[in-house]
C-alpha cells in the first residue's frame, strides 16, 4: 500500500515519482475534460455563427407564403414606412368607405316615396358645400404630409458604403461590385421550370428546400448588414424590374439608362424578389436572392467572389472567417 503523498522507491532503489492522492486524480481529470468539452462547444458555437450567413443557417425573412395578403415583414427603415404609409391610407380609405354607405342607406331609409312623398324645394346648402370640399382637401393634406417625406427619403441617396450595379437580361440578373472588382450572373436554381429530384438536390445542396423552387437563384446579391447600399439599374435588352418586397426596394432597369435607388437591412436574412415588368417568355423565372449577413461574413465573401466563389459554400464561409478572426 502507498501512501499519499509519500515518495516511493523504484526499481533497484531508485527514488519514484509522487503519488497524489485518488480523488485528487479524478478530480483533475474531469476538470480537465469539462475544459475540454467548453472549448469545444464555444468552437462549435462560433463555427455556427460564422456560417450563419449563407444557405440553410440564413432565415428566409422576404418570402411569399400561400394566401398571404399582407406585406412581407420589412427588413428594412424604408420597407417599414411603406407599410405605414399603407396602414394609414388604409385607415382613411375605409372611414370614408363606411362613411359614404351609411349615408347612402340613411338616404335611401329617409328620403324614399313612401317615407318622404313631398320632397324639398331647396337646391342649395352653403355649409354642406363648404364641408365637402374642405374635409376633402384635409385628407388631402394629411395623406401628402405622410407619403411626401417617406418619397423624399427614398429618392435622396445618402452617403453610401458600398454600390451594387444590377443589370436585368433575358432571362437571369448580373449584379456587379465595381469597387470590389466581382461580377457574376444569378440563374433560377432549376433550369428546365420543373421540380425534379436533381433539381430538389441542386436547391438542398445551396441550402434551401423545394418550398423556395422558383425563389431561389444559383447565385445571390450579398451585402453586410446595417449599411448603406446604393443599388445601380439598368437593362440589357429589354425593360425589366427589380423588386424585393422585403426590403421596400423596386426600380425599373431600362436599357440605355441607369437608375439609382439604396437601402439599409437592419435583419441578416435572406429576401427573395422577382422581375416585375413583363419582359418575355421567361418572365416568370428570373427570381431574386438577396442575402444581409454581417460584416465578418461579407467580408470573407468577397475575398472568395474576388477568386471565382461567388455561392461560397457554408463551410468556406465558417473557414475564411474562423481565419480572419484569429489573425
Known sequence: ????????????????????????????????????????????????????????????????????????????????????????????????TIFVTALLIWIVIRYNQRANPKPATFTHNSPLEIAWTIVPILILVVVGANSLPVLFRQMEIPETQLTVKVTGSQWYWNYDYPDAGVNFDSYLIGEGLVMTPEVEDQLVAAGYTKQEFLLATDTAMVVPVNTNIKVQITGADVIHAWMVPGLGMQHSAVPGRLGEMWFNADKEGIYFGQCTNICGKNHAYMPITVKVVSQPVYDAWLKEAQAGNYALAQNSATRAVTVASAN
Open 1 to 96: 500500500m502507498v501512501l499519499p503523498g509519500r515518495e516511493t522507491m523504484g526499481f533497484c532503489g531508485a527514488p519514484g515519482v509522487r503519488h497524489e492522492p485518488a480523488a485528487q486524480v479524478v478530480s483533475e481529470r474531469e476538470e480537465k475534460m469539462r475544459s475540454i468539452r467548453t472549448s469545444a462547444a464555444a468552437a462549435l458555437g462560433f463555427l455556427a455563427m460564422a456560417g450563419a450567413a449563407f444557405a440553410q443557417s440564413l432565415p428566409i425573412i422576404g418570402e411569399p407564403k400561400p394566401g398571404g395578403i399582407a406585406f412581407q415583414p420589412a427588413g428594412t427603415g424604408l420597407a417599414r414606412e411603406v407599410h405605414d404609409l399603407d396602414h394609414l391610407v388604409l385607415i382613411v380609405i375605409t372611414a370614408i
